[in-house]
């Protein structure tokens, strides 16, 4: 199921905006699961870009095929837990309504791993 994106807020001449993407990203090199706000296409060096904004305000480009655009989060994943917030606050289904599954919800946190906890 195709849900419906908002046009981004900034249009370049070498944009093209879409209408509609699958409700879940997947970022190969990143842990969490998001839902997509806005997409484009870049037509920019030798090959064609995307750029994806998403509901708690990360985005993304890429041009190597790292996302994957899913119908349903995958299991063992995680699915952004602001993403999730404001996409229901915004009127959208919630990720258990569109995957037809619970959809684990949750967050990163950043740890410090240079120096010991005597501090160096």
Not at 43 to 67: E, Q, Y
């Amino acid at each position: 199921m195709l849900i419906e994106l908002e046009k981004p807020k900034h249009l370049s001449t070498k944009q093209a905006p879409w209408k509609a993407c699958l409700p879940f990203v997947d970022n190969s090199r990143a842990t969490l699961i998001h839902r997509p706000r806005t997409g484009s296409t870049y037509n920019i060096h030798k090959n064609p870009h995307i750029a994806v904004s998403f509901w708690c305000g990360m985005s993304v480009t890429a041009s190597d095929g790292r996302l994957s655009f899913l119908s349903a989060p995958p299991d063992g994943k995680i699915l952004c837990k602001k993403c999730e917030a404001v996409a229901v606050k915004n009127g959208l289904p919630s990720a258990d309504e569109l995957a037809g599954k619970h959809a684990h919800k949750g967050r990163t946190i950043a740890v410090v791993t240079c120096c010991s906890k005597g501090g160096e």
